[in-house]
């Protein structure tokens, strides 16, 4: 009987063994729930395991650098980022400054253009960026340091600067847009079509977005601050609360970013599992729209394609030198 389990329990070790290879678990970071990453993130890790088999999870976190870090170190192997932050995070500069370059990040798709705005209260009585002189504002973002910038640079579009608003401290984008709802601040800002403008909206009885500034004298003022913003016209849409009417925005590309260390083959099939099921991806969340599969690289300073990418992009003819 003993020499019979032997062979026994060696081929279940080993049938064990190659279930756990093929049912390996890959992660996407994001931030809360709330947030469009976050939203992004679980729409893409749904069409994962129901197209190509992927095991992939999202793992929250709190902000943009945590998010880095935990990508740049393998405690998870994707996440989804504004490419300037990524930038910044593999030159050791800015927010990331003080510690040590984030070398292991790579980009493995372009995803789609990125609208965000400040956005008050209907009621409010503000209705440029100009206005918000004096006004409480979201601000310090210690847990979402991204939220700096991004801010600089919509108040740079209307002159302005930390200085001429009352400076609110918030930690991240979800407490920030809980405290505009309770009255709290009179303004901060969010993605395009994020879940927690809806839910702001409908609490405090309509929100509104402010139109940019988007003059060459603006444009400079904003790339002072990130070098690969830029402005895109935005219109209204069912799905894009606080859009009343077109209004240009600061936009940047949401890129995925993935580790060095992460396999050509998983990187090839997750890129492969969102350029081929856009419409999947749309009907999960409408801000994939935006995402066009005929551009899905373009050069970004100081920042490589992981080669699983590199060769999805060129077996399909989508690589743009």
């Known amino acids: 009987m003993k020499k019979l389990l032997i062979p026994l329990v060696a081929a279940c070790t080993v049938t064990l063994c190659s279930v756990t ?41 709190s902000g943009n650098r945590a998010m880095m870090d935990a990508v740049d170190q393998g405690l998870a192997e994707f996440a989804i980022n504004d490419v300037n932050d990524v930038i910044v995070a593999v030159s050791g500069e800015g927010d990331y400054a003080g510690g040590r370059k984030r070398q292991n990040l790579r980009i493995a798709l372009r995803i789609s253009p990125q609208p965000i705005g400040i956005f008050v209260r209907k009621d409010s009585g503000i209705n440029r960026i100009e206005d918000l002189a ?69 609490a405090v009885g309509g929100v509104k977005f402010l139109p940019l500034n988007n ?31 077109p209004i240009a925005m600061l936009t940047w590309d949401n890129v995925l970013v993935v580790n060095a260390e992460v396999s050509d083959d998983d990187v090839y099939k997750l890129v492969g599992s969102i350029l081929g099921n856009k419409e999947a991806l749309v009907k999960l969340f409408p801000v994939f729209r935006g995402m066009n599969v ?27 030198e």
Do not use: C
Request: zero cysteines; hydrophobic letters at 40%; aromatic letters at 8%.
């Open 134 to 202: 004096g006004k409480k504002v979201a601000a310090g973002w210690n847990a979402f340091p991204i939220g700096r910038s991004h801010m600089s640079a919509m108040l740079a579009t209307g002159g302005l600067t930390w200085d001429d608003v009352d400076q609110v401290p918030v930690p991240d984008l979800i407490r920030a847009a809980d405290n505009l709802s309770s009255g709290r601040i009179d303004a901060t800002y969010f993605a395009i079509g994020g879940p927690k403008v809806a839910e702001v909206n409908a």
């Open 294 to 320: 005929s551009a899905a690289n373009k050069a970004y300073p100081g920042v490589e394609y992981h080669p699983g990418a590199l060769r999805y992009l060129k077996e399909h003819g989508l690589w743009q």
């Open 215 to 245: 003059d060459e004298k603006a444009k400079q003022a904003m790339l002072k601050i990130r070098p690969a913003f830029y402005f895109s016209d935005v219109k209204p849409a069912p799905h894009l609360v606080g859009i009343e009417e």
């Open 21 to 61: 290879a093929s049912a390996q678990m890959l992660s996407i970071a994001s931030p809360p729930q709330g947030s469009v990453w976050n939203t992004m993130s679980n729409s893409i890790a749904n069409v994962a395991r129901s197209e190509t088999g992927q095991n992939v999870i999202v793992q929250p976190y």
